[in-house]
């Protein structure tokens, strides 16, 4: 059975500290990892992964993938309250039909 | 670019009520999208695959009758929620990508339909 398993489940932190978020999966056929933010309405899309070791960055925030450890994670540096959200970690596969299969999230809150 | 539109955002209605919810995508053709439903404080289950001209792909436990699926076009997919109940209540969610599983494009959302059944 196909898995995406995300940790920690939550986590608080204050402002200006570094945080990962960690997403593993068992998947049949792998295409991509993709990382979004969800506030209070739908996802936001971050980063989508396909190859191992390349990490992207996108401003404070930067992801990696590990296809040999089946991995990957979530860095965010100097955290901001506006990073306060749930951190999904989804992953492309084609068993039976191409879907997306998500992990549970991370529910990080940032305090002042 | 990649914008999906999602109409209604918030139903409330009376047990018994069918409900349609859209999905367009603006900018981009999809063969594929993909509904989702939330739970409160979990992560998004896929219902089903939407694709373009042929009948949607269920997952397991999604009841096809319940839960009816149309992709008239390349840009529009529909969600009927036929006779709701209240534990039909929940936040639906809709996605397209404009790529396929070979050329690997992120999927994007709408911003998602609460629906509450008195």
């Known amino acids: 059975e196909d898995k995406v398993v995300q940790s920690p489940l939550s986590l608080v932190v204050h402002e200006g500290d570094t945080v990962t978020l960690n997403c593993s999966y068992e998947?049949?056929?792998?295409?991509?990892l993709l990382w979004y933010k969800q506030e209070k309405k739908a996802p936001t899309f971050l980063f989508m992964l396909t190859s191992s070791g390349i990490e992207k960055k996108s401003g404070r925030l930067s992801s990696i993938l590990d296809k040999k450890e089946l991995f990957s994670i979530l860095n965010i540096t100097a955290t901001q309250t506006g990073d306060s959200a749930i951190y999904l970690c989804a992953v492309g596969a084609t068993s039976g039909t191409y879907k997306y299969i998500f992990g549970t999230g991370t529910r990080l809150k940032v305090l002042a | 670019g990649a914008v999906v539109s999602q109409h209604p955002s918030r139903v409330i209605c009376k047990s018994g009520t069918s409900v349609k919810i859209e999905c367009r995508s603006l900018?981009?053709?999809?063969?594929?999208m993909f509904w989702y439903r939330q739970f409160p404080k979990k992560s998004l289950m896929l219902m089903a695959t939407s694709n373009e001209g042929s009948k949607a792909t269920y997952e397991q436990g999604v009841e096809k009758d319940k839960f009816l699926i149309n992709h008239a076009s390349l840009t529009l997919s529909t969600l009927t929620v036929t006779s709701a109940h209240p534990e039909d209540s929940s936040f639906y969610i809709c996605?397209?990508?404009?790529?396929?599983?070979?050329?690997?494009?992120?999927?994007?959302f709408g911003d998602g339909t609460r629906l509450s059944i008195l």
């Open positions: 998947v049949t056929n792998f295409r991509s």
């Open positions: 996605s397209a990508s404009p790529g396929t599983e070979y050329s690997n494009q992120p999927q994007h």
């Open positions: 900018d981009f053709q999809a063969t594929t």
